[in-house]
């Protein structure tokens, strides 16, 4: 038991020159306290700076080499022992002197010759002071780490509720295999590429590109709303079945403007998500669907999307067709830059067309896709349908 209350008892480093004085404190706080004590500046940093550092430091001011002042100073500049308290206990009682050392950063500033009762009052106080403060401070970093922790699992929990709903709508079509991932890859790769662009610097920050790359994946939710008998049709849509197609776009707004209505609050990704599944089918030249947007009418996270949208179209295979080469699909792209795609944004798809490449077949459906992919018999049905 003795053993436990000495492991238990605070430990007080004391720093004087003086052999006497070192005696006296020592006889002085033994009892109450474990004790260390130095004679010079320089040791007393490195046992500050130890495994087991002091609780609080009774400190000389004139001493040889390094004095009192100094020890402080170092003391305060080491993230590691600045918040050990400091008290001056010292024959220079003027009060230029004492200001100094409390400016330093000493919790408080003790004249010889001393009242031990004086001293152990006021070591007890600040001893007293410390231990509040350590708690608090564990009690911040604790509260720290548990806001972080729950805040990494609501985010796995909203990338996972993500991930189903996107998932159904992946069974709905099963030949669109990862279309989703590899949109949501291609999207994120551009918007990275277009992030130090003059005209999409400002937008495309570092916290919206990772709220882009979270929504991407609802860019097509609304196809849960399409019947089978369309959206698994083999052959060309007649007007009508295309116009209920078209559709997908505005029951996928619709869809993900009630949720968030239920959640009672905006959330950032979610407007994202509601821009890109309403207008990645809208065209640079006006003529696309649902509202006929043009130009920067249409929002960037949507143009983002279109490019990555139509190239997967053009390299996947579908139930309606085959997919195409690499090459070929980049050549239809070009062809549609300023009419269908933004310019810039068309011109940097293809500043990084390997990265997009390698993307494509790292996420491919099937063996068979890694292959040169055959021509589609209809490029412009292609685009339509997807």
């Known amino acids: 038991m003795n053993e436990l209350n000495k492991q238990l008892k605070p430990t007080i480093l004391v720093v004087d020159d003086t052999p006497d004085n070192l005696s006296l404190m ?21 046992i500050a700076q130890s495994e ?13 080499e390094m004095d009192g002042y100094e020890v402080c100073e170092h003391l305060q500049a080491d993230s590691s022992t600045r918040d050990i308290p400091v008290i001056f206990l010292t024959a220079k009682s003027e009060v230029e002197d004492e200001q100094h050392g409390l400016a330093l950063g000493a919790v408080d500033y003790i004249t010889k010759p ?13 001893l007293a002071l410390k231990a509040m403060a350590d708690f608090l401070r564990d009690q911040n970093e604790f509260l720290e780490k548990e806001v972080h922790k729950r805040t990494e699992e609501v985010m796995a929990i909203q990338d996972a509720t993500i991930q189903v709903v996107t998932s159904l709508a992946e069974t709905r079509d099963p030949e669109t295999g990862n279309h989703i991932r590899r949109t949501q890859f291609y999207v994120k790769a551009l918007a990275e590429k277009l992030s130090t662009h003059p005209r999409f610097a400002a937008e495309l920050t570092e916290r919206e590109i990772k709220m882009i790359y979270k929504s991407a994946p609802l860019h097509d939710i609304g196809k849960i709303g399409i019947p089978d008998m369309i959206l698994l049709k083999p052959g060309r849509f007649t ?26 609050m905006k959330v ?4 994202i998500a509601k821009q890109i599944a309403l207008s990645h089918q809208e065209k640079w030249d006006g003529s696309g669907y649902p509202h ?5 009418e249409i929002p960037l996270p949507a143009r983002l999307m279109a490019v990555a949208d139509v190239y997967d179209a053009l390299i996947s295979r579908r139930v309606y067709k085959e997919g195409m080469p690499h090459e070929k ?5 070009r062809d549609g830059r300023g009419s269908h795609f933004d310019p810039d944004i068309l011109d940097a798809f293809m500043e990084i067309e390997k990265t997009i490449r390698g993307i494509a077949v790292y996420y491919a459906d099937t063996d068979q896709d890694l292959k040169d992919k055959s021509d589609s018999l209809s490029i412009l049905h292609t685009l339509d349908r997807e």
């Open 292 to 296: 006929g947007l043009a130009g920067d």
């Open 52 to 64: 087991t550092p002091p609780d609080l430091i009774l400190l000389d001011i004139m001493m040889p």
């Open 329 to 333: 699909a980049l050549q239809i792209m």
């Open 239 to 264: 007007p009508e079945e295309f116009e209920i197609m078209k559709s997908h776009t505005t029951k996928g707004y619709d869809a993900i403007e009630r949720a968030e209505r239920q959640l009672g």
């Open 26 to 46: 020592s006889g002085l706080l033994k009892n109450l306290y474990k004790v260390k004590v130095t004679n010079s500046g320089d040791r007393a940093l490195k």
């Open 268 to 271: 950032g990704f979610l407007q």
């Open 114 to 126: 001393f009242s031990p009762p004086i001293v152990l009052a006021r070591v007890k106080n600040h």
